[in-house]
Every structure is written in structure tokens, then in C-alpha cells.
């Protein structure tokens, strides 16, 4: 059974900051990849930042420059820091991973999503 666990949301003003952070536990073999989706309301949900299972980090275009996305592999933790927050940033981040789990002697690559956390930038 694989958690992922969302912190950090809230209320901030425009050209504020916020962090949030996202832990993975239960059985997990290895992270192939771990980032964050957001989805305001009447929209899709889109990428926001994502280390990729090649190694490298995507950024949405929308967040260049302002959001920075880094890890601790040892705590199975990704953080989004982000700053300089617009209105527009105001959504419903997720958190999501592809893991690997070995049941009963079979491994199996799956993504998971955690609940999500409500991000409002306003003053």
C-alpha cells in the first residue's frame, strides 16, 4: 500500500510564497518519477512540475523562473517551492509518482496521486 501525503497549501497574498511537500510511504521498491499537477476550478488539470523517470525536471511554461522543484530521495519527498504567486496560481495541487511495489514476488510500476491541497493566492 503506497501513500502520498500533501502539505503546505493555504491562503497567501499575490507576490507571495508558499512550499509544499509531498511524502511517499508504504512499500516502495523505487520512484521513477514524482511531481505536481494543479487543476483550478472549470479547468483541467495541468502539469505544474515534475521530475521525469529520466533524470531530468519539466517545468510548465506558467511557472518558469518562479517555482523550483526539488527532492529528497532518502525521505521518498519532493518539494514545489513557490514564489512570486499570482491569482492564477490559485488551484488544487496534487501531488503524483510512479512507484514500484513487488507483491507477493511481482513488481509493478503504477502512478499514484495523492489528495491534494488547495493553494489561493489573494489579497
Known amino acids: 500500500q503506497v501513500q502520498l501525503v500533501e502539505s503546505g497549501g493555504g491562503l497567501v497574498q499575490p507576490g507571495g510564497s508558499l512550499r509544499l511537500s509531498c511524502a511517499a510511504s508504504?512499500?516502495?521498491?523505487?520512484?521513477?518519477?514524482m511531481g505536481w499537477y494543479r487543476q483550478a476550478p472549470g479547468k483541467q488539470r495541468e502539469l505544474v512540475a515534475t521530475?521525469?523517470?529520466?533524470?531530468?525536471?519539466n517545468y510548465a511554461d506558467s511557472v518558469k523562473g518562479r517555482f523550483t522543484l526539488s527532492r529528497d530521495n532518502a525521505k521518498n519527498t519532493v518539494y514545489l517551492q513557490m514564489n512570486s504567486l499570482k491569482p492564477e496560481d490559485t488551484a488544487v495541487y496534487y501531488c503524483?509518482?510512479?512507484?514500484?511495489?513487488?507483491?507477493?514476488?511481482?513488481?509493478?510500476?503504477?502512478?499514484?496521486w495523492g489528495q491534494g491541497t488547495q493553494v489561493t493566492v489573494s489579497s
Open positions: 503524483t509518482a510512479a512507484i514500484w511495489t513487488q507483491t507477493m514476488g511481482i513488481m509493478t510500476n503504477d502512478d499514484y
Open positions: 508504504g512499500s516502495i521498491l523505487s520512484i521513477n518519477a
Open positions: 521530475f521525469t523517470s529520466g533524470g531530468s525536471t
